[in-house]
Every structure is written in C-alpha cells, then in structure tokens.
C-alpha cells in the first residue's frame, strides 16, 4: 500500500530479524517494483554511497524504472548517509550529487521529454524535472532498529525520517501467528505420532519456548545485566531447526536399529543352520567312506589293464620301427628307378609336344603325297612300326586317315614297347637321315612324327632297365601294404585299450573329484561348525546388549517427537544464557510444557546426550574443552548450531579450544585489525577452511555480513558467495568461528539474528579442574603424566570397541550369504573378542589405577577449590568497576607462582599441611596482587567478599543473611508494615532494615522486641561501640559475627565498617585488612617479561624515580619512551 501510494515512503521500526526486509522485499515484488540496496564493504564510504545514489536517480529519472530503495540503520557507516536520505526524504534530491557536466548531460537526454511537458527548457528546470520524474518512481524504506538511544538520537537530528513517511512498527509476533508459521511448517512433516493432533501441540510448544525465552531475556537483563534479543528469525530457525533433527534423529536411530536388528536375525540363522550342517556333516561322511572304496577298485582295475596296454604299445612301437626301415629301402627304389625313367622323360615330353604343335591339316598334307619323299616315307614305316601295322605307305595312309591318329600317338601305351618291336624302331633310328632337323626340312609334320619316335625308342630302352627294379618295388611295396594292414590293426586294438584306460582314468577322476568334492563338504561343514561356535561365543554377549540397544533405540524413536523440539529450542536459544538459566528452561518451563501437552519425551533428557556422542565429547576435551557439562552444552551448541558461532570468551578458553581443535585442518587466526583480513576470508570460503576471527567488538565490520548470513547463492551446479566485491565459490566444509574478550558485550538484535551467541565464560567447577590438574602437575608430575595417558588410552580404548562394533555391525548388514560362510566375520570377531578382551582388562585397570590416581590428586581437591573460588572474586569486581578486568591466562601464572614461591619458601611434611601452606600462601598473594590495581576504598570490600566466599564454600556463611548485609530490607507492602516504635531516634529506613530482617531464619522476633523494649535498643544506639555492646535480651547470645553485623547495620551502619574489618580479622587474618604498601621490588619479582606492568597515575603521581633506583639496583638500564 505503501508503495504504490504517490511518493510513498516508509520507517519501518524493529529489532534484526523481525521481517522488515523481507516484508519489503515481497512488497516490491508485488507492487511490479524492483529493489535497490546498496552493499557495504569495508572501504565502503560516502563517495561509493553517491555513486549508487547516482545510478537510483538515473535509473528512476531517465531510464523509468521503478524502483524501491531499501535501506537498514547497519548500512549507515557514515553519519552523512542519513543526512543524504534526510534530503531525499524532504526536497527529493541530495545537494551536489551531480557534478555540472552530468546535470548538462542530463538535460541533453531529457530535453524532448521536457518540451513535451511543457517545460522551459533551461538548466535548471529540466534537472528539477528529472528530480521530480524520479521521486515519482522512487520509493524510500529505511529499516531501524528501536535498541539503544542512537534511533531516538536520529530521529531528532532528521526529522524527515517521521514528517516524510508513513512509520510502521514491527513489534513481536502474536502467539496466533507464531503457531500458525510453525503449523505451515509441519504439515510437510510425515509420519509423526498423533498426526495433526501433535503437530498442533508441538506447535502450541513452539510458542510458549519463544515467549519463554524472551520473559528469561528479560529477566537476565534485569538480574545480570546481559542483554539478548528473540526475534522472528530465531523462531523459524527453531521450526525449521527441529524438522531437521528429527529427520536425521529417525534416519540415525532407525539405521542403528536395522543394523542390531540384522545382527540378531543372522545370529538366529545361525543357530538353525548349526543342527541341519551336524546331520549334513554324518551323511557326508558315510559317503566320502563310499567314494574311497569304489576309488581303490577302479585304480586295481586301471593298474592291469594300463601294464596290458603298455606292452602292446612296446610291440606296436617296435613294428614301427621296423616298417619305418623298409619303406626307406622301398623308397631307395623308387627314387632310383623314378631317375632312370627322368632321364627319356625331357625328350618323350619334347615330342609330345611337337605332337600338340601338329594339326590335320598337317596330316593332310602328307598324306596327300602319291609317292611321298623318302625321309617322309621312313618316318611313317616308323610310326607303322610302332604302332605294330604295315610299315607300308598305303597302310600309312589309312593310319593317317583315322581322325584319332595324333590322339592315339600322343595317349601311346609305353607298355607295349617289346624287346622286339625297340629292336625294328632301332632300324629306323639307327638310320642316318632319320633326324628331326633333316626331316624337318621336308615337311614340319614329318619332323614331329619323327621326334616321337626317337621318343618312343628310346623311353622303351630305358623302360627295359627299369622294368626290373619297378617289379621289385611292386613287391617291396606289396609286402610293406601287408605289414602295414598288421600294424594298423595292432594299433586299433592298443587305441581301443588306451581308450579303456582312458575312460577307467576319468571314471578314477570323477570318483577321486566326487571323494575330493566330499571331503571339502565336510571340511567346510567343520569349519562352519567351528566358526559356528566362534561367532556364537564372539556374538554370545552381543545378543542381550544389541537387543537392549534395540529396546533403548525403539524407545528413544517412540521419544523423538519431545526430544527434538527440545534439541532444536536449545540449539536455536539456549547460547546466551548462562548454566542456571539453561537449566530453568530446558528442565522446567520447555519440559513442563512438553509434559502437559502430552508429547513424548525422555524424563532425563540432556541436550549432550541428545546431540553429540560420548566419543565425540571425549575428543573435545582433549583438544581443551573443559569438562563440566556447561563446556559441553557450549561444544555441542559450536558444532551443531545452524548459525556461526559468536563465542562470549572472557578467558580464552573458547580460544584455545578452537585452535586445538581445527588445528588439523588448517585454521586461520584473524582479527579485524588486520588489513587483508577479507581477503584471507575469501580464500578459506573457496578451500574450505576454517576461519577463527578472535577479539570481536560489539561492533561488526559490515564486510562479515554475506557470511554470517550464509548468504549463499546457486550458479549452474556452483555454490557461490559475494565477500566484497568478489564473488567467489562457497566450498561447504567452510567453518566461521568468532571471540570476544568481552565479559558481558552487547549485541544489536541483527548480530543476535545472525550469529549464534553463546556464553562461553569458565564456571566454577570447571575452572577448579583445570586448577586442579595444574598443581598436581607442578606438585606430582608423574601422577598428572599418568592420568593424562590414561584418558588418552581409555578414550582409544571406547573409540576402537565403538569402531570394532560398528565393523562388525556393517559386515553383518553387507553380508549376502550366511554368517558361517562369513570367514571375514570371524576373523573380525576374533580379533574384535580378542581387541575387546584386552579392552576390558585394560578399562578394568584404568578403573583402578584412575581410583588411586583420584585419591592422590584429590589431596590437592582443596587448592584448586580456593583458587577457583579467588579468581570468581576477582571476576565479581567487574561489577564495581568495569576497570576491574582479569584474565584467567594472567591468574593462572599468578597461581603457579604461588605454587613455586610457597614450595620454595616453606617445607612440609605432609599433603594437608603442603594444601594448607599453599591456600593461605595463594590467597594472601591474590590478596597482595589485586590491591595494586585496586582504588583505596574498595580494598575492604574486596578482602571481604573473599572472606565471604571462603566462608560460603565452607558451608559456614548463610548466603540469605549475607545478601541481606550487602543489599538491606525493602518493603513493598508499606501499609501491612508496622509502624516505627523509635521515630526520635531509628530512622525509617533503619526500621525498614529491622521489618524485614524478622523473615529471616535467625531473626524471627527482632521486630517485636523493638516494640516490646525500644529504649534497651536505644542504649545500643548510643553506644560509642554499638559493636560491642551488650544486645537486649537473649539475641545476645543467639546472634553469631554475622548477624551481629546486620543487627548493627540497621541501626548504626556507620560502625559497619570497624565489624568488617574485625570479621575479616576473625575469619582470616589481620594481613587481608592492611593493604601492602607500594613496593616496586615485589611487583618486579612477579612479573615476567611476556605481561606488561601498567602504572594507572593519578595528578602529581611519578613513578620514574622508583623505576630508576630499581633499575640501578638491578644494574639494568632504565630506556622512557614518550
């Protein structure tokens, strides 16, 4: 509505976290607005702030966009910043914001837009144009926060900031709307117990936690002076907070639970499958029995017929042989009379080929001739004669007529060539014209014929020298045929026996595998039986404690509901408050609440238990954690927190353990002194390292925003993170830690919404541990050394049964097959009995040698007690004066001085005599120290509130009677008061003293006895020494020191003063009461060269002479600095 209004702008009044941004931010974006804000760095001034001033007007006055500008009281790093929205807010404009040439520029782009309107187009009119333009598209909203006298301050000094906008207040959210966010919140929560009936409850809880915490704000701000806002945001974190652990409390428990319920299913298995393998492992042994005698059969009958085969092969072999050597002699033969035959072969193939060169025609043509030549008429009585015709020309001439006459020549059957007929060819070739190259010079054809018979003549001679050995080989050959056809049979019959021998072999084999096969079964079953027995004995003892684990776990699911709503509401708002306070809201006001509305809960739940594991809380505490359960609510709420931690470390004990325990991965120690600070931040956000930003003041460098925000942003698949003006890749193991020395900061609202503040300030109990283990180190070395080696062993010693357990947890769960087939299992268990075994016997030992370690060191129990108790006295100063401040690491060198002085100085023979020495030695020195930096008149008050909580630690002051002394009676009621039965001489006030010290134990009655007896009292009145004048009555004898002290203060509480310094004479010694003189020799004597002495000077004061006799006296040269 706002926005849309003409000129509409608006002060939006609330703490951080409320809701004003991002009201705006979606009234923006419902109005079709877009948002302007500008982003604050470190170097971030008011020339930056005019620049993007520039870049609203332009964009509002020329480009047309709409435009609101949302601006926060953080982002004022200048006070001229809400001088120029102060401008913005009245005249529309901020005075000088543009220079003359980009006012002329603007003109320039404005002009046509001027003349259109009708406006006279001169300088200064067309710039108020583009003013007016952008205020109508320009809306303001300035978020401030109403803490602290600043807002009161700005409204007075701009009064635009209320006479230019419509003021709307962000005060708390109802309890309507409270559990209707939260009931939005869970309707996407599933399978909750009771449905929505729960939610509605949980809800309703959801409420009364955030009102609750605010109504304990309050009351700590009253009671501690420690201020803590609840806003908006904590609330939804606390919704959204509890949706979270209780998914990853149900995925936790519910994957514990399906791992022991896993185990205890296979060792049930296991118990079935044991009796079904003993059957198994009888009836494999009768079998294997079998298999061995039907094995010994077979390998007699192999043996008898292997020998039989064995001696055919040897004959077999031997005809080999044999055959071998004949088929070479046939061979010989063959060869030789192959080569013989070779020899005719050239010239038989030469006219055979002359034969093939010969056609009809060729034939022809001889035969044609009537009376042929002579050398063609021998040639064919030749051929005839070969051919056993008629060597005559007339039966040449029919030879030749036979269309198979080249065919019958060239297929001739050499076997015919006869003795006889070689001899008549002989004739013919014997004859001296009866050459081919003669004949051939008659006619081509005759030539041919006549090669062939040369051929013919003599192929037939060399087949005559032949013939002989050919019929040898044939017999040769024949005989070799024979024994050949033996042999093959004499090899049938031995492939036919190996064969048998073969297939008696691998019926051997089968038998021997299937006996083999057997004995593996019952091997294996007797393995199995024995890992039976071994898992069952390793497992044994598991069984009962996995199944009460499965009990507790199934409980602690069915409790989920209550724990986690009170696990979120400490997480999201138990940080700022100290031990008492947390107390009173988780165990009575959230747990009362959660009873009554009937959500289940754990009766003794406690946020360490909850959320964060044994061996987890061990690992702090040797990285520096104290020990007491408040140190670990704080490690808890560090390391679970949604938020960064903003860690209220007035004695560097949240210091040292964050440096101890990220030491491992890296950490950067930065303070924002250092002038590369953001560039470090932007280094360890991209490696994901941690960050430790220690000294933190009140104020936070408005560059740290992005990242307390966890302003994280989602690029493609990147996580990235605008630090400055980079923007860089956000890496998610990035850890922000923050500290200051600070006992009692305050924080705006936002840094609360931002940061999660946690109260990280040394209790009582936990200091006097530390204590503790220091003088016992300095007095009994050897038995800190011990008892620092046992912790370490016995928390390796839980952290490897925790493991062992686990491993044997995830081995069952991954196992596809049973557990007796398992052999990892079992060699896990056995190592986990025999781990385990040696476990126990090492925590039983622990247990006794820690017994005897605990009684030796609780010798020194009182030492560390008063020591604790002193530097807690010295703490209370703060609240004198806040000059008053005392550092724990400068209390601790105090405290081993006093240890090394005393032992120095005094010799004992006992332990209680050497606690003794050292508790007076100690508090005298405390006593003696502090005085040096204390103002005159607040010595006593500091000797006697030592005295006090000496006393009180001792059980020997009532802390009700000593709270009366310092603070006195109040009476609220006056008109149920009796009236003053002494008004000439006890003033009202000192009646009012009298009225309300009768409700104390010890003074019942003291009222009446005024009334009944005034002038007796009035006699102690006018005692010079009322101290030690005799008291009416018997509450002379009833009233001890202190409450003798009261009585006195109500009636004269001017000799107050004498009975302290009398009762701190009483109870401790006259030393406590006679402040040490100056003496620079014992300040010098302990110092030490890493702590600076500081001279706190008064007008007139010069210590330079002191300083320079003790210099001179030390023989060391005095150098003065100004």
């Not at 051919?387 to 060239?410: H, I, Q, V």
Request: hydrophobic fraction near 40%.
């Amino acid at each position: 509505r706002i926005i849309r209004q003409p000129r509409g702008n608006a002060l939006l009044v609330g703490v951080g976290g409320s809701g004003r941004q991002s009201l705006t931010r979606m009234a923006t974006y419902l109005a079709n607005y877009t948002l302007f804000s500008i982003e604050v760095t470190k170097s971030y001034r008011s020339s930056d702030f005019h620049e993007d001033l520039k870049k609203l007007y332009l964009s509002c006055g020329k480009d047309k966009h709409r435009k609101t500008f949302l601006f926060s009281d953080t982002q004022i790093v200048e006070p001229s910043f809400l001088e120029d929205i102060n401008g913005m807010l009245g005249s529309g404009e901020v005075a000088n914001l543009f220079a003359s040439d980009e006012i002329a520029a603007i003109r320039e782009d404005l002009r046509a837009d001027a003349i259109a309107e009708k406006i006279h187009d001169t300088l200064e009119n067309v710039y108020q144009y583009f003013i007016d333009r952008a205020r109508e598209r320009l809306h303001i909203v300035v978020c401030m926060s109403p803490v602290g006298s600043a807002f009161r301050v700005r409204l007075r000094m701009f009064p635009t900031l209320v006479n230019n906008t419509s003021i709307d207040w962000f005060t708390e959210w109802p309890q309507e709307a409270l559990k209707e966010v939260a009931m939005k919140f869970l309707t996407s929560l599933e399978d909750i117990e009771g449905g929505d009936e729960m939610k509605s409850n949980v809800a309703d809880c959801f409420v009364v936690v955030h009102t609750s915490v605010g109504a304990a704000s309050l009351r700590m701000k009253d009671d501690l002076r420690r201020s803590n806002y609840v806003t908006p945001t904590n609330y939804l974190e606390l919704v959204a907070g509890y949706i979270k652990i209780l998914e990853d409390k149900r995925n936790e428990l519910g994957d514990q639970c399906d791992k022991l319920q896993g185990g205890l299913s296979k060792l049930e298995e296991t118990k079935v499958s044991v009796q079904k393998m003993s059957e198994d492992l009888e009836q494999a042994r009768v079998a294997l029995q079998k298999a061995e005698a039907d094995c010994d059969s077979l390998l007699t009958i192999i043996t008898s017929e292997k020998r039989q085969a064995d001696e055919k092969k040897t004959q077999v072999e031997a005809d080999k042989v044999k055959i071998a050597r004949e088929k070479e002699v046939a061979t010989a033969i063959a060869s030789e009379a192959q080569a013989d035959l070779d020899k005719a072969m050239p010239e038989l193939d030469a006219a055979q080929e002359a034969l093939k060169t010969l056609k009809k025609a060729d034939i022809d043509e001889i035969k044609a001739y009537k009376t042929p030549p002579e050398q063609i008429q021998t040639v064919l009585g030749a051929v005839q004669t070969v051919l056993k015709k008629p060597p005559t020309w007339d039966e040449a001439k029919k030879s030749m007529g036979d269309s198979n006459f080249l065919a019958g020549l060239m297929e001739y059957n050499k076997e015919l060539l006869t003795d006889a007929l070689l001899n008549k060819i002989g004739k013919y070739t014997a004859m001296p014209k009866f050459k081919p190259e003669i004949v051939g010079q008659v006619s081509n054809a005759a030539r041919g014929l006549c090669m062939w018979c040369i051929a013919m003549h003599r192929f037939g001679l060399v087949q005559k020298e032949v013939m002989p050995k050919k019929m040898k080989l044939d017999k040769t050959r024949e005989e070799l045929a024979r024994k050949e056809k033996m042999l093959a049979a004499a090899e049938e019959e031995l492939r036919k026996t190996t064969e048998k021998v073969e297939a008696l072999e691998k019926q051997t084999e089968e038998k021997l595998a299937e006996k083999q096969k057997l004995q593996e079964d019952a091997e294996a079953t007797e393995n199995k039986l024995k890992r039976a027995e071994e898992i069952v004995g390793g497992l044994g003892g598991e069984k009962d404690r996995w199944s009460e684990s499965i009990k507790k776990y199934e409980a602690a699911i069915l409790n989920l509901t209550g724990d986690s709503l009170l696990a979120s509401a400490f997480v999201s708002y138990a940080g700022p408050f100290n031990s008492e306070y947390r107390q009173d809201l988780v165990n009575v006001t959230w747990m009362k609440e959660v009873r009554k509305l009937q959500i289940p809960v754990t009766r003794s739940f406690t946020a360490n238990e909850f959320l964060a594991e044994p061996t987890e809380i061990r690992d702090w505490q040797l990285q520096g954690l104290p020990g007491d359960d408040f140190s670990v609510e704080n490690g808890v709420l560090v390391n679970r927190g949604q938020r960064w931690p903003l860690m209220i470390d007035p004695q560097n004990q949240a210091n040292k353990w964050i440096k101890n325990m990220e030491k491992s991965r890296g950490l950067k120690v930065l303070d924002l002194k250092m002038p590369d600070f953001l560039r470090s931040i932007e280094h360890a956000v991209q490696l994901g390292t941690p960050i430790l930003m220690q000294d933190v003041l009140e104020e936070m460098d408005p560059s740290l925003d992005p990242i307390l925000s966890k302003a994280v942003m989602k690029q493609g698949s990147r996580l990235v993170m605008k630090i400055g003006d980079n923007t860089v890749d956000y890496n998610e193991n990035f850890r922000f830690y923050l500290t200051t020395k600070l006992a009692n900061p305050h924080y705006s609202p936002e840094v609360c919404t931002k940061a999660l503040v946690i109260n990280f300030a040394v209790r009582e109990d936990g200091l006097e541990d530390q204590l503790l283990k220091i003088v016992v180190r300095k007095e009994k070395a050897e038995l800190e050394e011990q008892k620092d080696e046992l912790v370490l062993n016995t928390a390796a010693a839980k952290k490897k049964t925790k493991e062992l357990e686990d491993e044997i947890l995830k081995i069952l769960a991954n196992s596809d097959e049973t557990l007796l087939e398992d052999v990892n299992l079992v060699t896990t268990l056995k190592t986990s009995k025999e781990t385990s075994i040696a476990i126990q016997k090492q925590l039983k030992d622990a247990e006794v040698t820690e017994e005897k370690i605990n009684v030796a060191r609780e010798a020194y129990r009182p030492c560390a007690k008063r020591a604790a108790i002193l530097f807690f006295v010295l703490s209370d100063l703060g609240s004198i004066d806040t000059m008053y401040q005392f550092s724990l690491d400068s209390y601790v060198t105090l405290f081993t001085l006093s240890i090394n002085k005393s032992s120095e100085n005094i010799r004992t023979d006992s332990v209680q005599n050497r606690v003794k020495t050292l508790n007076d030695w100690h508090t005298l020195a405390v006593y003696n120290n502090t005085c040096r930096g204390l103002f005159e008149k607040h010595k006593l008050l500091f000797s006697f509130h030592m005295c006090a909580r000496i006393l009180q630690a001792k059980g020997e002051l009532n802390t009700d009677e000593y709270c009366f002394l310092l603070k006195g009676g109040q009476v609220f009621d006056k008109e149920a008061q009796a009236p003053n039965p002494c008004p000439h001489w006890l003033s009202e006030k000192g009646w009012d003293n009298v009225y309300e010290a009768d409700k104390l134990l010890a003074f019942h009655g003291i009222s009446a006895s005024f009334e009944q007896g005034p002038s007796q009292w009035h006699e102690v009145y006018l005692s010079p020494n009322p101290e030690d004048a005799v008291l009416p009555g018997d509450w002379n004898m009833k009233f001890d020191d202190l409450q003798r002290m009261i009585m006195i203060r109500c009636i004269r509480p001017d000799r107050v003063i004498f009975m302290v310094t009398r009762f701190i004479e009483l109870h401790m010694d006259r030393k406590f009461v006679e402040p040490p003189s100056f003496n620079l020799q014992e300040i010098y004597d302990d110092s030490n060269p890493f702590q600076p002495l500081i001279f706190v000077l008064c007008p007139g004061v010069d210590p330079t002479t002191q300083l320079q006799a003790l210099a001179d006296k030390l023989g060391r040269n005095l150098k003065s600095l100004a």
